[in-house]
């Protein structure tokens, strides 16, 4: 924030008045208990930071507070003055706007259309699409972003639908936002160019809540700090008094770590190998995404693949898994070309891949747990014409278990659990089918630092057992962790290998990620 900006705010006889507060909310659903009489003040001008795992509590609070659902019992207070909301347009009408963590955008319209889906701007002949484009492509330079507004959400990569979700808030001129997972999906880059937005609106006397998974990022940016545990408050403080390990002890009740290697085995032979390889850009650009990329990877090995925004680890990964077509080169599975294989037969063949976004890509939204987790291994239970519902629910509850997926039990929704007990599903999903490879491309993405280590410790057990592992990250701490090995790419290419006693620092380095001294 610029000094006069601080002055401005410091000026403001109003700043830091508590403007929105939940006192002793309660939420229930059924017989479990998400939120267990919290109070929560949200102060104007300033960054209220809401930490806790997934399943805390976090989001039924944010959505209690924007409209989106309404309290057991408690009482919410806008201004000083008891409120109930009965949609969120009717909290939005008062000032407050949130950010989901996961996208709520409609993938067939264009930007333009997302950004005033609702609240078009009317003249007396009828929508003003001229005005409509005119302010997102405003918003789009704001958030420095070179998006044409009539491009389709579903032709955006996930970083870019997620400035859409952001610019579409930004848009309604919010006196409350609230930012659930903002930058889940966000580059380097495009996280700071948030925060600076953050500081202007703040500046303007916006009161800020933010919830992030990303501990470090977040204490950049917070003004004060809540931790949530277990649908109760369990720690406050300015940002001046805390750092990581406080955080970190008050969400989870240790000092977390991530887990290290796996030891005491040796690798086998080559599981998979990459040759050559190179894949188009999809938006017809002209050039490679990945170029001319090889790389092996041994039974029981675990790699990490690390680089910013647009290295082309997506990309690689999901050509791999043929889900995009391959320009050139060829993938070897157990010495087995597999490269004109459909995506079934290369599950069938025993090479699988988690996707990034695991809600539009990795879950069907309207199956139970049960169905998400057998929907990939349908043939391990199938009988002719018929289905043994027998050898389902076995396969069901032995992957719950693996896997340990928090749920009250497996014909409830998927959407009812928590973004990292949805993650396990995913990857639950994938396992059943027994492989021998698993790709996983942001396997951490939205959930929690403990999810994480749950996450990782399963990779640890099943590399363990021989399973060759390869994911992808855009967070460098999570390439200390369980990997043996950690593959920089950049531009499309490799560019470093290190084994697990490398830096922090070399592997920014390598990937061209300014390091601050």
Known sequence: MSQAAVAKR????????????????????????????????????????????????????????????TPTSGEIRLDGAPVSFASSTEARDQGISIIHQELSLAPNLSVRDNIFMGREIRTATGVDFAEEARQAKALMEELEEEIDPMTPVEDLRLGQQQIVEIARSLSVDARILIMDEPTSALSASEVEVLFKVIRDLTARGVAIVYISHHLEEALQITDHAVVLRDGNITATAEAKDIDLEWIVRNMVGENFDLGSPPTGYEFGATALAVENVSVHDAAGSGYDVVDRLSLDVKTGEIVCIYGLMGAGRTELLEAVAGRVPLANGRVVLHGEDVSKLSIAQRIAAGLVLVPEDRQRDGLVQTM??????????????AKSLFLSRSREKALIDDSIRKVHVKTAGSEVPIGSLSGGNQQKVVIGKMLTT????????????????????????????????????????????????????????????????????????????????????
Do not use: W
């Open 368 to 381: 139970t747990v049960g169905r998400n987790l057998s929907l990939a291994s349908i043939e391990a239970f």
């Open 10 to 69: 410091a000026a403001d006889p109003r700043h830091g008045e508590v403007v929105l507060s939940a006192r002793n909310v309660v939420k229930t659903y059924g017989g479990v208990h998400a939120l267990k009489g919290v109070n929560f003040d949200i102060r104007r001008g300033s960054v209220t930071t809401l930490f806790g795992e997934n399943g805390a509590g976090k989001s039924t609070l944010m959505k209690i507070l924007s409209g989106v659902t």
């Open 434 to 517: 027994n492989p021998s490879v698993i790709l996983l491309d942001e396997p951490s993405r939205g959930i929690d630092v403990g999810a994480k280590a749950e996450v990782f410790r399963l990779l640890s057990e099943r590399a363990r057992q021989g399973l060759a592992v390869i994911f992808s990250t855009s967070e460098v701490s999570e390439c200390l962790s369980i990997a043996h090995r950690i593959v920089v790419m950049r531009r499309g290419r490799i560019v470093a290998q290190f084994g697990s006693n490398v830096s922090k620092e070399e592997i920014m380095a390598a990937s061209g990620e300014a390091v601050v001294a």
